[in-house]
């Protein structure tokens, strides 16, 4: 919450940062995985982990950034989406 307030306009950081900011709250290395999976449970974040390799270093800072974010993709009067589908 603190970096939601100093950084509003953010809405995805690094994995590596979201490290550095748990160790900076005295949270133990081995317990970052577990803290950040209960954000992810509690709805404060998105994180996807091993889950999905290509995302493994993002965390999402807002949960409903990027619902909007395709939501806005998929709504815009443009010839490369038709009934859909990507073109």
């Given at each position: 919450e603190q970096?939601?307030?100093?950084?509003?306009?953010?809405?995805?950081?690094?994995?590596?940062?979201?490290?550095?900011?748990?160790?900076?709250?005295s949270i133990p290395l081995q317990d970052v995985p577990s803290a950040a999976q209960f954000l992810v449970d509690?709805?404060?974040?998105?994180?996807?982990?091993?889950r999905v390799p290509a995302l493994r270093d993002l965390?999402?800072?807002?949960?409903?950034?990027?619902?909007?974010?395709?939501?806005?993709?998929?709504s815009l009067k443009s010839t490369f989406v038709r009934e859909g589908v990507f073109d």
């Open positions: 970096y939601k307030r100093v950084h509003p306009q953010q809405q995805l950081i690094a994995w590596q940062t979201f490290l550095q900011m748990a160790l900076d709250s509690s709805g404060e974040l998105l994180y996807f982990g091993i965390v999402v800072l807002d949960c409903q950034w990027l619902p909007r974010l395709f939501a806005s993709i998929i």
